[in-house]
C-alpha cells in the first residue's frame, strides 16, 4: 500500500492512497484539474480511482466533487448527514451513497472504516484504510483528541493527523476572536500541541510514522509543527520515528514502516 498527501491545508485536501489491486482518494478539494495534475505526476488518472471518501462537507474537501461526478462518474461515499447538508449549502445534489456515521467498505482490496471526529460540520469523520494486515489511518478537522479517535488510530504503523495551528500563532494573529474560537473551540481544528500528544500516544501503541496534514498558512509553518510534535516524542522516548509535514501544493509520500 502506498499513500500520498497530494495536497493538504486549510485551502484544499486530497490523499491518495493505492496499491497493485486499485486507488481510492480520501477527500477532494481544490479542482479536479489539479487533482489529474497531481495523479499524472504519479503515473495516474481518474480512470484509476476506484472511489472517493469524503471526511465531510466543507468545501476545503469537496470542491472537485461535481465535476468529478459529472465527468469520471466515481462512485462517492460520505455521511449521510454531511451529503445532505452539502446539497443544502452548493444547491447541487450528487449521486452520493450516503452511510451512518460508522461504517466500512470493500473496495477494490482495502477494507476502509470510518470513525467520528470532533468538528463543526454536519458530521465529520476520519478513515483507517487496511491492506493484507497493514492498516493506517487518516484524521484531519478534529477539535478534540477523543477516546474514539485513539481507538481507530492505535496500531496504525502510520498516520495521518492534523497539526492545523500553533496557540501563539493563532494568538496573536488577525483572525477575528469569534473565528480564533471556533478554531480553538471543540469543534474547530487540533493545535500542535494537541497532535503531538496524540503522536505520543499513538507511538506507544506501534505507530511508527507521522505526516502532519491541514496545516493553517497563518497560524502554523511546517518546521513548526514538525518539531512540536518530535520533540514530544523525544521527551517520551521514542527516537528514530518520521515526523514530517504534508505539503501545501505538492505531493507528499507517507512512510510505512512495517
Do not use: W
Not at 2 to 23: D, P
Not at 147 to 172: H, Q, R
Not at 187 to 201: E, I, K, P, R, Y
Amino acid at each position: 500500500m502506498e499513500v500520498y498527501s497530494l495536497f493538504s491545508g486549510s485551502s484544499a485536501n486530497c490523499t491518495l492512497v493505492r496499491s497493485h489491486t486499485g486507488a481510492i482518494l480520501i477527500d477532494a478539494g481544490g479542482s479536479a484539474r489539479k487533482i489529474s495534475s497531481a495523479l499524472s505526476v504519479l503515473g495516474m488518472s481518474f480512470a484509476d480511482i476506484s472511489a472517493v471518501f469524503v471526511t465531510h462537507e466543507h468545501s476545503d474537501h469537496t470542491a472537485a466533487l461535481p465535476m468529478i461526478s459529472k465527468k469520471y462518474n466515481i462512485p462517492i461515499h460520505m455521511v449521510g448527514a454531511s451529503a445532505e447538508r452539502l446539497a443544502a449549502d452548493g444547491g447541487c445534489r450528487l449521486p452520493v451513497t450516503p452511510h451512518p456515521p460508522i461504517f466500512s467498505e470493500e473496495i477494490c482490496g482495502f477494507t476502509v472504516a470510518s470513525f467520528p471526529t470532533s468538528h463543526d460540520s454536519a458530521a465529520c469523520v476520519g478513515y483507517t484504510i487496511c491492506e493484507n494486515g497493514t492498516k493506517i489511518g487518516i484524521a484531519t478537522d478534529t477539535g478534540e483528541v477523543t477516546p474514539t479517535l485513539c481507538a481507530a488510530l492505535a496500531g496504525c504503523p502510520a498516520v495521518l493527523i492534523e497539526a492545523n495551528y500553533d496557540k501563539n500563532m493563532l494568538k496573536s494573529g488577525p483572525y477575528p476572536a469569534a473565528l480564533k474560537l471556533r478554531i480553538s473551540g471543540a469543534g474547530g481544528h487540533l493545535c500542535n500541541d494537541d497532535c503531538a500528544s496524540l503522536a505520543v500516544f499513538l507511538a506507544e501503541q506501534g505507530t511508527k510514522s507521522f505526516l502532519l496534514g491541514h496545516l493553517s498558512a497563518e497560524n502554523n509553518r511546517p518546521e513548526l509543527a514538525e518539531r512540536t510534535v518530535s520533540e514530544a516524542l523525544a521527551e517520551n522516548s521514542f527516537a528514530g520515528l518520521t515526523v514530517k509535514a504534508a505539503a501545501r501544493y505538492d505531493i507528499t509520500r507517507m512512510v510505512i514502516e512495517p
